[in-house]
């Protein structure tokens, strides 16, 4: 009886010490709300009712694409691996639509507010001296 009593405290104390992982909470499907991308010359290019932007992120790696909902025309998609910390992310694209962007790496303030993700931030692409654009994106989890 002893032995039984001192097995089941000891797997009591074994389940008791483990850390459960912490979920990632960029993992999952996210549909664009609204964006607001400001450019150096003041254009500001806010996201139209018409458009459709979803990106996966999963693992390591992540997926978007956006689209013309009126037209069923593709706008730009692309892909490759993120990176989170705290309040930063990153995405490395590795194929994408804007093929002179391939290999770039983009780093992101980020929050969240229940299940949206409110990604922030002057956008500055590595080996640029002055950040391209001011960012301002607003994403829904839908999965």
Same mark, same amino acid.
């Given at each position: 009886?002893?032995?039984?009593?001192?097995?089941?405290?000891?797997?009591?104390?074994?389940?008791?010490?483990?850390?459960?992982?912490?979920?990632?909470?960029?993992?999952?499907?996210?549909?664009?709300?609204?964006?607001?991308?400001?450019?150096?010359?003041?254009?500001?290019?806010?996201?139209?009712?018409?458009?459709?932007?979803? #990106?996966?992120? =999963?693992?390591?790696?992540? !997926?978007?694409?956006?689209?013309?909902?009126? %037209?069923?025309?593709l706008f730009f998609s692309g892909?490759?691996?993120?990176?989170?910390?705290?309040?930063?992310?990153?995405?490395?694209?590795?194929?994408t639509s804007w093929v002179g962007?391939?290999?770039?790496?983009?780093?992101?303030?980020?929050q969240f507010e229940g299940d949206?993700?409110?990604?922030?931030?002057?956008? #500055?692409?590595? =080996?640029?001296?002055?950040? !391209?654009?001011?960012?301002?994106?607003?994403? %829904?989890?839908?999965?």
């Amino acid at each position: 009886m002893k032995k039984t009593y001192y097995f089941l405290l000891a797997i009591l104390l074994l389940l008791l010490s483990c850390e459960t992982e912490k979920k990632n909470p960029v993992e999952g499907t996210w549909e664009l709300i609204s964006a607001n991308w400001i450019f150096a010359d003041t254009t500001q290019f806010p996201n139209s009712e018409y458009d459709r932007e979803v #990106k996966i992120i =999963g693992g390591k790696h992540f !997926l978007f694409i956006r689209q013309d909902t009126t %037209k069923n025309d593709l706008f730009f998609s692309g892909g490759g691996t993120y990176s989170f910390d705290e309040n930063k992310y990153s995405e490395t694209l590795e194929f994408t639509s804007w093929v002179g962007d391939i290999g770039s790496t983009v780093t992101y303030e980020c929050q969240f507010e229940g299940d949206m993700w409110i990604v922030t931030g002057p956008i #500055k692409m590595e =080996g640029e001296e002055r950040p !391209l654009w001011q960012l301002h994106e607003e994403w %829904k989890r839908i999965e």
